[in-house]
T-cell receptor
Framework: KAGVTQTPRYLIKTRGQQVTLSCSPI?????VSWYQQTPGQGLQFLFE???????NKGNFPGRFSGRQFSNSRSEMNVSTLELGDSALYLCASSKGSFKHSTGELFFGEGSRLTVL | DQQVKQNSPSLSVQEGRISILNCDYTNSMFDYFLWYKKYPAEGPTFLISISSIKDKNEDGRFTVFLNKSAKHLSLHIVPSQPGDSAVYFCAASDTGTASKLTFGTGTRLQVTL
């Protein structure tokens, strides 16, 4: 079965610009969550969407936003880009139940953003 | 405030020997713990998990141990194989959705011949 697909894989932006990243989850998965990975910080949770509603949010400024569509595809947007936003942005999907099953998230390969 | 810590950024182990990766956490509300493995240019993949009601979980060559009183968990890989060379992330979550994970900074494991 097809995995989690993220586009674009690589992009370069300049400070002050905005960027939109896209994520297509595994078929049947209703939860999509986003993580930022930077050197020395590991993966940090941005937010999670389930059935088009934001269900959880991490400690990131309001410049980071997201949405989910009725087909479970998700986008995240970063406005007014800063140098520190350079990172690998990972999308993960799951069936999204509140009870732990395996707690398994299926990650995409990520979108690597470089801000100059 | 790093709630999940992996204090060893790297580890080198000979093929066939045991690899032990360690993880400490500070948030006593965490009740579910996971290990993910990441190869370069790929997303992390789930490896093994453990609930706080257990102290050990095995899956083939991989065993995770949880010491709640010490807020410590470890991943044992026996025997280690060259294909195990990757970055290993420890992650934790509290009661609720499994999608909001708090990750450590990762340990790069290199298995040498």
């Amino acid at each position: 079965k097809a995995g989690v697909t993220q586009t674009p894989r690589y992009l370069i932006k300049t400070r002050g610009q905005q960027v939109t990243l896209s994520c297509s989850p595994i078929s049947g998965h209703r939860s999509v969550s986003w993580y930022q990975q930077t050197p020395g910080q590991g993966l940090q949770f941005l937010f999670e969407y389930f059935s088009e509603t934001q269900r959880n949010k991490g400690n990131f400024p309001g410049r980071f936003s997201g949405r989910q569509f009725s087909n479970s595809r998700s986008e995240m947007n970063v406005s007014t880009l800063e140098l520190g936003d350079s990172a690998l942005y990972l999308c993960a999907s799951s069936k999204g139940s509140f009870k732990h099953s395996t707690g398994e998230l299926f990650f995409g390969e990520g979108s690597r953003l470089t801000v100059l | 405030d790093q709630q999940v810590k992996q204090n060893s950024p790297s580890l080198s182990v000979q093929e066939g020997r045991i690899s032990i990766l360690n993880c400490d956490y500070t948030n006593s509300m965490f009740d579910y713990f996971l290990w993910y493995k990441k190869y370069p240019a790929e997303g992390p993949t789930f490896l093994i998990s453990i609930s706080s009601i257990k102290d050990k979980n095995e899956d083939g060559r991989f065993t995770v141990f949880l010491n709640k009183s010490a807020k410590h968990l470890s991943l044992h890989i026996v025997p280690s194989q060259p294909g195990d060379s990757a970055v290993y992330f420890c992650a934790a979550s509290d009661t609720g959705t499994a999608s909001k994970l708090t990750f450590g900074t990762g340990t790069r494991l290199q298995v040498t011949l």
